[in-house]
């Protein structure tokens, strides 16, 4: 039996009583302490402490220590032994993932997640399996945990995921059926609605893209002409005005319209989980931001070349238009002079190309649905009326 320190003990409860506790990682021992001799009280109590400095934690290694620890402190609390036990168990395992994705240990990380979704949270493996480009396996993923929900009507973030995954692995019919299932519930829902209007535009433009992919023409042609009539309701009636709220969905669709420019994801190579709320941090989004320095450099080398590289400088810049916005996509604060520049330079460099009308109304449609973002309904509607103009022509 281990020997209990009562002066180790004594200190630790002073400490908790305190009202000044003082150093955090004072307060998480004094739980170590309490926690070896009151289990039942102090663990749960340790498991938050430790989760909590985590979150504050600015370092991956320290990261990896404490959520490792909270894992294996929430696994002594018994089942039934204290309230929320499965709940922390989870928050400590999906922590834990996290960490280790950070660091590169995704074998590791992959097995947290297979343990969670295990435990009816499939999430988390669904990403890091599209972030391997496993896409395949990560619709069933996604499939499943929608069948999950019970029949409801389902939401932006469980349908773009699955039409992602399905897209990515080449099943082009089935991506679009389900993001047409999106835009269905998107038509609906702005029925009466002018607010919704924004939403359902960026959609039905989405799915437009998707139709193209999938060598659909008519229906992408007719999906551009329903939203470029939105956009004339919108652009003459001056509304809706109300705040940016919805930007997270504008830059979820515009980053994931930008993997065909990306490298194939592998498990060497791991790569953003297009459609995902690009909001959550890991270490494969954060890689991909992380590529912005080595993509201007690219871009300078290729201005450098003149007009016979001009093709490859739209394509890269596009590459780090949607870094951007992954990043900093969905601060409203001062958006529209933060990102306007992007999407110009887009349009004026594609408007220098030569009988390349994908690559101008490509550029033109980016912008229109950013002025969407900005509810600058004008412009939009006269830029994407030229983006169809210009494929109309093809």
């Known amino acids: 039996m281990r020997r209990i320190d009562h002066d180790a003990v004594l200190r630790a409860r002073v400490l908790l009583l305190g009202s000044d506790r003082g150093d955090p990682f004072e307060e998480v021992d004094a739980y170590r302490v309490l926690a070896e001799v009151s289990p039942r009280a102090y663990l749960p109590k340790l498991v938050d402490a430790l989760l909590l400095m985590s979150y504050r934690s600015r370092d991956p290694e320290v990261d990896l220590l404490l959520t490792g620890e909270a894992v294996e402190a929430v696994r002594k609390i018994e089942t039934g032994a204290a309230p929320?036990?499965?709940?922390?168990?989870?928050?400590?395992?999906?922590?834990?993932?996290?960490?280790?994705?950070?660091?590169?240990?995704?074998?590791?990380?992959?097995?947290v997640c297979e343990e969670l979704a295990e435990a009816g949270e499939s999430e988390p493996l669904a990403r890091a399996l599209a972030e391997e480009g496993r896409y395949l396996e990560a619709a069933a993923l996604n499939e499943e945990e929608l069948a999950r929900g019970g029949g409801s009507e389902p939401s932006f973030w469980d349908m773009t995921p699955w039409a992602a995954n399905l897209e990515g692995a080449g099943r082009y019919d089935e991506a679009t059926a389900v993001f047409a299932r999106l835009v269905d519930g998107a038509r609906r829902e702005s029925v009466g609605q002018p607010t919704a209007a924004p939403v359902l535009i960026w959609e039905v433009v989405h799915l437009s893209r998707m139709y193209e992919r999938a060598g659909r023409r008519k229906e992408a042609a007719a999906a551009r002409g329903e939203a470029l009539a939105a956009l004339g309701e919108l652009a003459t009636s001056d509304g809706p005005r109300d705040a940016m709220g919805d930007l997270d969905r504008w830059a979820t669709l515009f980053v994931m319209s930008g993997r065909d420019d990306e490298p194939v994801a592998s498990a060497e190579a791991p790569s953003l989980a297009f459609g995902t709320d690009f909001r959550r941090v890991s270490g494969a989004r954060d890689a991909f931001i992380d590529a912005l320095p080595d993509l201007e450099a690219q871009a300078d080398a290729l201005a450098a070349c003149g007009v016979d590289r001009l093709p490859e400088l739209v394509d890269v810049r596009r590459r780090i238009g949607v870094r951007l916005v992954l990043r900093q996509g969905d601060h409203p604060y001062r958006f529209e002079e933060r990102l306007t520049p992007t999407f110009d330079e887009g349009v004026a460099l594609a408007r220098r190309l030569q009988g390349d009308p994908v690559r101008l109304a490509r550029a033109l449609t980016d912008r229109s649905m950013f002025y969407v973002a900005t509810r600058a309904f004008e412009p939009a509607h006269t830029d994407l009326a030229e983006a169809i103009a210009v494929l109309d022509l093809r």
């Not at 499965?86 to 590791?108: C, K, T, W």
Request: hydrophobic letters at 35%; proline letters at 0%; charged letters at 40%.
């Open 84 to 111: 929320r036990r499965d709940e922390r168990l989870r928050s400590a395992l999906h922590a834990y993932q996290r960490a280790l994705f950070a660091l590169g240990r995704r074998g590791e990380g992959r097995a």
